[in-house]
């Protein structure tokens, strides 16, 4: 199985959780909205399989979508980008796989002194304390795509348990299958070879959700749904928020959450919450463009396809556009994207 395949296969699975979600637990399926969203995923393939002679350095124009989110995300995009360019330009890639291992373990050792284990004080899992857990599974999620551990699995798995977050721990698993994909491993006679080791993720994996089930019972004692239950309502819960936002979006758009440091936290205050609302893949494009966020499927599919030549940048941007399905786009996830698609074409020992 291919890298393309597995994110196609992934988007199909998502479309279709949030849709029978949305039967089960919210007002059906709107006609156009679900257009849209069918729409947005076949141009962001079509963009991935057009062999259009871009300039490399166009996809650094991506720097220019950091100004507005502030100038922490501008130093911080710049001072990320150098090293990875640094690192690829100098085969060093390798090396650095030790260090961000030490890196992740000691973020989730000082997050659980300072504050506790957000499985343990489920509190802790709506506040700050839970950022170092989420840096520490990117730390990881970059380590796996130069090197498929099956270590590096556990450690992730290990830590979204800790930080009962969902998002680590998928975005961990991810990682790990399109990395292997890459090396040609996702066959028939490798998932026999490896069988054990398989079964033990796809149950750490589970323990993670179950782990986020716990928490979300435990901080809102009226949940009424079940472990399955709640799988399906999380998507459909996002795609409701998508279906609202292309009523507000629709035909021209707002331009308001591309360029927010806080889009989730946003789109909440914009319906009168406190908390951050996730608003899908499509969220973004039509709330921001309308009809015209259509083109950012193909500038996407484009930054994906010229990516995807790399297994690094692959597997760190197809990555990142999978956790995006629910979450959503935000600036940085396409400024990461847009980027991997730069270094894909930067020559190694150079």
Not at 148 to 165: K, N, Q, T
Not at 277 to 294: N, R
Request: charged share 15%; glycine share 10%.
């Amino acid at each position: 199985m291919k890298p393309r395949e597995i994110f196609a296969l992934t988007a199909g699975a998502y479309l279709s959780m949030a849709w029978l979600g949305k039967l089960l637990y919210f007002n059906g399926i709107e006609a156009l909205p679900a257009l849209y969203a069918l729409t947005f995923l076949a141009l962001l393939f079509t963009g991935w399989s057009l062999d259009v002679k871009v300039p490399d350095w166009t996809f650094l124009l991506a720097f220019l979508l950091l100004i507005p989110l502030g100038p922490g995300y501008l130093i911080g995009g710049l001072l990320s980008f150098a090293f990875l360019f640094i690192a690829m330009r100098k085969d060093l890639l390798e090396k650095a796989v030790p260090f961000a291992v030490l890196l992740a373990v000691v973020l989730t050792t000082i997050a659980c002194a300072m504050w506790g284990i957000p499985l343990l004080k489920p509190e802790l899992r709506y506040t700050t304390a839970s950022v170092p857990f989420l840096v520490a599974g990117d730390l990881l999620i970059g380590a796996i795509a130069v090197f498929p551990d099956f270590r590096l699995l556990l450690l992730g798995e290990m830590i979204a348990l800790i930080g009962a977050s969902r998002t680590v721990g998928l975005g961990i698993a991810v990682a790990y299958i399109l990395r292997l994909a890459y090396d040609g491993r996702i066959n028939t006679g490798e998932i026999k070879k490896h069988r054990t080791q398989l079964v033990l993720g796809a149950v750490l994996l589970l323990a993670v959700f179950l782990a986020r089930y716990y928490v979300t019972v435990s901080e809102y004692p009226t949940w009424k749904l079940g472990f399955f239950g709640s799988l399906l309502y999380r998507p459909a819960s996002s795609y409701t928020v998508y279906e609202r936002l292309f009523h507000l979006g629709m035909p021209l758009g707002n331009r308001a959450l591309l360029f927010n440091p806080d889009p989730t936290g946003y789109v909440g205050r914009l319906f009168g919450k406190e908390i951050g609302y996730t608003y899908t893949l499509f969220g973004q494009p039509v709330y921001d463009f309308g009809i015209l966020g259509l083109i950012e499927a193909l500038i996407l599919g484009l930054a994906l396809g010229r990516a995807s030549k790399n297994p690094f940048t692959g597997t760190f941007a197809l990555t990142v556009a999978i956790i995006a399905l629910d979450i959503g786009i935000e600036g940085q996830f396409l400024v990461a994207i847009l980027l991997m698609a730069y270094l894909a074409g930067v020559k190694r020992n150079g």
